[in-house]
């Protein structure tokens, strides 16, 4: 019992009997040489360095349209476009994530398909990768970036309609995830109906099984089709998460907000000096002249901030609702060619059960003409079973008959 306990329980700890030697800082003890981790095999630090390490990311400027490779870490991605670490998340390759798009207050996040990326007023910012969509979409805005800045050149000035450089980004990854999406529908259908076909014509286990992996990527497909159709739904149906989208405005009114504030100041420092020169009077004292000046500004900017967003968001936002829009009807295109695919898939099933149905039905009417025939037979089986002594002595009376047929004609022709 006593070496069983000192088995099952724990050993003490190494301090209760601890030595003058072994309480030397320079010399380890036993126990911490023994020690081992709590769990074995996990490389915890290592895993937290590669979450902090630093990544490559392709950098494509608003202004001149070029693009750079640049390596940074998490935290510094995270300082300069101001996004949380769960927002960043979302573009990790190591994960999957639904489609996501979300709105800051610097930076617009879009999780679509093969497109991770990072989009502020002035750059986006994509993971370094090889993948044949990524480079297309860096093609694809830089080619819009340069015909952009061309018109610009020509005409002088920006033309009205234009759209700002966040929502021409966004455009191109929906743009990129709808293609990628409607490519893989359309190799579906290539491979989908044949083969229902086929198993139509012959139902056997190998187009059976064949269909069925057909019908998990068809359900896969939908989900991530269904996901990006209520993502851009959803942000249609919500303002205010598209108006904390358009970033160039909202650059612009900090801007003109910092350019006002620096002029107020200057405005409250000559009133500061004034007030300091003049005389004051003994009997009442005036109200400061600064505390005036900048609270008749500062509610001249809010006026003039409120008039801003009352005016500008709206167009704003009825702007990229449209262009949202013009994409929804794109995946909807695409969610209703799964929907009527799936159909095909359970009307193929439907044909097929009702020609199982008949077969079954046929294979029970055989087996109940079989049940019929097995219990004549055991009828007359148990009619033979019971007769058969009778048989046997009607056997010997037939055999004694026909003898005595035999000797009287052998009488009748010695006589005749």
Same mark, same amino acid.
């Given at each position: 019992?006593?070496?069983?306990?000192?088995?099952? !329980?724990?050993?003490?700890?190494?301090?209760?009997?601890? @030595?003058?030697?072994?309480?030397?800082?320079?010399?380890?003890?036993?126990?911490?040489?023994?020690?081992?981790?709590?769990?074995?095999?996990?490389?915890?630090?290592?895993?937290?360095?590669?979450?902090?390490?630093?990544?490559?990311?392709?950098?494509?400027?608003?202004?001149?349209?070029?693009?750079?490779?640049?390596?940074?870490?998490?935290? @510094?991605?995270?300082?300069?476009?101001?996004?949380?670490?769960? =927002?960043?998340?979302?573009?990790?390759?190591?994960?999957?994530?639904?489609?996501?798009?979300?709105?800051?207050?610097?930076?617009?996040?879009?999780?679509? *398909?093969?497109?991770?990326?990072?989009?502020?007023?002035?750059?986006?910012?994509?993971?370094? +990768?090889? =993948?044949?969509?990524?480079?297309?979409?860096?093609?694809?805005?830089?080619?819009?970036?340069?015909?952009?800045?061309?018109?610009?050149?020509?005409?002088?000035?920006?033309?009205?309609?234009?759209?700002?450089?966040?929502?021409?980004?966004?455009?191109?990854?929906?743009?990129?995830?709808?293609?990628?999406?409607?490519?893989?529908?359309?190799?579906?259908?290539?491979?989908?109906?044949?083969? !229902?076909?086929?198993?139509? +014509?012959?139902?056997?286990? !190998?187009?059976? *099984?064949?269909?069925?992996?057909?019908?998990?990527?068809?359900?896969?497909? @939908?989900?991530?089709?269904?996901?990006?159709? =209520?993502?851009?739904?959803?942000?249609?149906? =919500?303002?205010?998460?598209?108006?904390?989208?358009?970033?160039?405005?909202?650059?612009?009114?900090?801007?003109?907000?910092?350019?006002?504030?620096?002029?107020?100041?200057?405005?409250?420092?000559?009133?500061?000096?004034? +007030?300091?020169?003049?005389?004051?009077?003994?009997?009442?004292?005036?109200?400061?002249?600064?505390?005036?000046?900048?609270?008749?500004?500062?509610?001249?900017?809010?006026?003039?901030?409120?008039?801003?967003?009352?005016?500008?968001?709206?167009?704003?936002?009825?702007?990229?609702?449209?262009?949202?829009?013009?994409?929804?009807?794109?995946?909807?295109?695409?969610?209703?060619?799964?929907?009527?695919?799936?159909?095909?898939?359970?009307?193929?099933?439907?044909?097929?059960?009702?020609?199982?149905?008949?077969?079954?039905?046929?294979?029970?009417?055989?087996?109940?003409?079989?049940?019929?025939?097995?219990?004549?037979?055991?009828?007359?089986?148990?009619?033979?079973?019971?007769?058969?002594?009778?048989?046997?002595?009607?056997?010997?009376?037939?055999?004694?008959?026909?003898?005595?047929?035999?000797?009287?004609?052998?009488?009748?022709?010695?006589?005749?």
């Amino acid at each position: 019992m006593a070496e069983l306990k000192e088995r099952l !329980l724990p050993p003490k700890p190494s301090f209760a009997t601890a @030595t003058p030697a072994a309480s030397n800082p320079q010399e380890p003890s036993a126990a911490c040489a023994g020690h081992r981790p709590l769990f074995q095999g996990m490389d915890f630090l290592g895993l937290k360095k590669r979450g902090q390490g630093r990544r490559s990311w392709i950098c494509v400027d608003s202004t001149t349209g070029g693009s750079q490779v640049i390596e940074v870490d998490k935290f @510094t991605m995270m300082r300069r476009c101001d996004l949380p670490a769960r =927002d960043l998340r979302l573009l990790d390759p190591l994960f999957v994530y639904p489609s996501t798009i979300l709105g800051r207050e610097k930076a617009i996040v879009v999780n679509l *398909e093969q497109i991770r990326c990072i989009i502020t007023a002035d750059e986006v910012f994509l993971l370094n +990768s090889s =993948d044949v969509y990524v480079l297309q979409y860096v093609a694809e805005l830089q080619r819009r970036l340069t015909a952009h800045s061309v018109d610009a050149l020509a005409g002088g000035s920006t033309p009205p309609d234009c759209l700002p450089f966040e929502f021409r980004a966004l455009e191109v990854a929906l743009e990129a995830a709808c293609t990628f999406l409607d490519a893989q529908v359309a190799e579906l259908e290539i491979e989908a109906y044949p083969a !229902l076909d086929e198993l139509t +014509s012959k139902i056997s286990t !190998l187009n059976l *099984e064949h269909v069925r992996r057909l019908k998990s990527r068809l359900v896969a497909l @939908t989900r991530r089709v269904q996901k990006a159709r =209520d993502e851009i739904e959803q942000l249609m149906d =919500d303002d205010g998460d598209m108006a904390e989208m358009y970033l160039t405005e909202k650059k612009r009114r900090k801007e003109a907000s910092f350019y006002s504030d620096q002029s107020m100041q200057g405005f409250g420092c000559i009133g500061a000096g004034v +007030s300091v020169s003049a005389p004051v009077s003994p009997v009442s004292s005036p109200p400061e002249p600064r505390k005036l000046v900048e609270k008749n500004l500062s509610l001249a900017r809010s006026r003039q901030e409120d008039s801003m967003k009352s005016s500008g968001n709206t167009e704003n936002v009825e702007e990229l609702e449209m262009l949202l829009e013009a994409y929804f009807v794109v995946i909807d295109s695409t969610l209703n060619k799964l929907t009527s695919l799936k159909e095909y898939i359970d009307d193929t099933e439907d044909f097929i059960n009702i020609q199982l149905d008949n077969v079954r039905n046929q294979l029970i009417q055989f087996e109940l003409l079989l049940t019929v025939a097995t219990f004549v037979v055991a009828i007359f089986g148990t009619f033979a079973t019971s007769f058969s002594t009778d048989l046997v002595g009607s056997r010997n009376l037939y055999k004694l008959a026909c003898l005595a047929l035999k000797e009287n004609w052998v009488k009748f022709t010695k006589l005749y």
